[in-house]
């Protein structure tokens, strides 16, 4: 561990006294599964990561790109590295006692299984709509039990506070404005992807606290 670190103790007592120890051991103990690392789930795992989460499991089979600086939370130094071990890094050095888990892979109805039987809320952070239903159909059929938070809308200059959680079911909850898309005009902004990403992060936060939408 780099010496300028802070200890772990030291650093779990200033997560305990910003949450509450009880809270923030149900933070520490929890297995977030983030598909997708692009403008939503960079943003998520930070925040989540921020949040004191103990354990993360990173899906993206993409590498770092030019294009992706103006919205993710990548550095110009990391083009070219696959998204995963990029984000890694990043959480790393905010989080230097995080779990991660990383799978530099697509993930398809043949691997969703394997891919996601650990972790205890999952997170859609897809830009497909293909691969957005895949996932939510997956996630659906084969473990109703687990909380699945997916995204939809939040393309263009609308005011932020059409941004919303919504639950869908009582596992289920979409975040977004529902109607906003890439190509109806001039698609993903920095502020208004963040502001989906966070939604997704604090109804993550919200559910592990035992706090649900009605």
């Given at each position: 561990?780099?010496?300028?670190?802070?200890?772990?103790?030291?650093f779990?007592?200033?997560?305990?006294?910003?949450?509450?120890?009880?809270?923030?051991?149900?933070?520490?103990?929890?297995?977030?599964?983030?598909?997708?690392?692009?403008?939503?789930?960079?943003?998520?795992?930070?925040?989540?990561?921020?949040?004191?989460?103990?354990?993360?499991?990173?899906?993206?089979?993409?590498?770092?790109?030019?294009?992706?600086?103006?919205?993710?939370?990548?550095?110009?130094?990391?083009?070219?590295?696959?998204?995963?071990?990029?984000?890694?890094?990043?959480?790393?050095?905010?989080?230097?006692?995080?779990?991660?888990?990383?799978h530099?892979?697509?993930?398809?109805?043949?691997?969703?299984?394997?891919?996601?039987?650990?972790?205890?809320?999952?997170?859609?952070?897809?830009?497909?709509?293909e691969a957005?239903?895949?996932?939510?159909?997956?996630?659906?059929?084969?473990?109703?039990?687990?909380?699945?938070?997916?995204?939809?809308?939040?393309?263009?200059?609308?005011?932020a506070?059409?941004?919303?959680?919504?639950?869908?079911?009582?596992?289920?909850?979409?975040?977004g404005d529902?109607?906003?898309?890439?190509?109806?005009?001039?698609?993903?902004?920095?502020?208004?992807?963040?502001?989906?990403?966070?939604?997704?992060?604090?109804?993550?936060?919200?559910?592990?606290?035992?706090?649900?939408?009605?």
């Amino acid at each position: 561990m780099n010496p300028s670190y802070p200890t772990k103790e030291a650093f779990f007592n200033a997560l305990n006294a910003r949450h509450g120890k009880e809270l923030q051991a149900c933070f520490s103990g929890a297995h977030v599964a983030i598909c997708g690392l692009g403008g939503l789930g960079s943003n998520i795992a930070l925040s989540l990561a921020r949040a004191g989460v103990g354990k993360l499991t990173l899906i993206d089979f993409d590498k770092v790109d030019l294009s992706n600086l103006h919205r993710q939370q990548y550095l110009a130094t990391q083009i070219g590295l696959p998204k995963t071990q990029a984000l890694k890094q990043v959480l790393q050095s905010v989080a230097p006692y995080i779990e991660l888990t990383l799978h530099t892979c697509r993930v398809t109805e043949d691997n969703l299984q394997e891919l996601l039987a650990d972790a205890d809320i999952i997170c859609e952070a897809f830009d497909c709509a293909e691969a957005k239903a895949m996932l939510v159909n997956g996630v659906l059929e084969h473990f109703p039990d687990k909380y699945l938070i997916a995204a939809s809308g939040m393309a263009g200059l609308a005011s932020a506070n059409t941004i919303q959680t919504r639950k869908i079911s009582k596992h289920f909850y979409l975040c977004g404005d529902g109607t906003s898309d890439i190509a109806d005009g001039m698609g993903l902004v920095a502020p208004r992807v963040m502001l989906c990403a966070a939604h997704q992060a604090h109804m993550a936060l919200r559910i592990l606290a035992g706090e649900y939408e009605v």
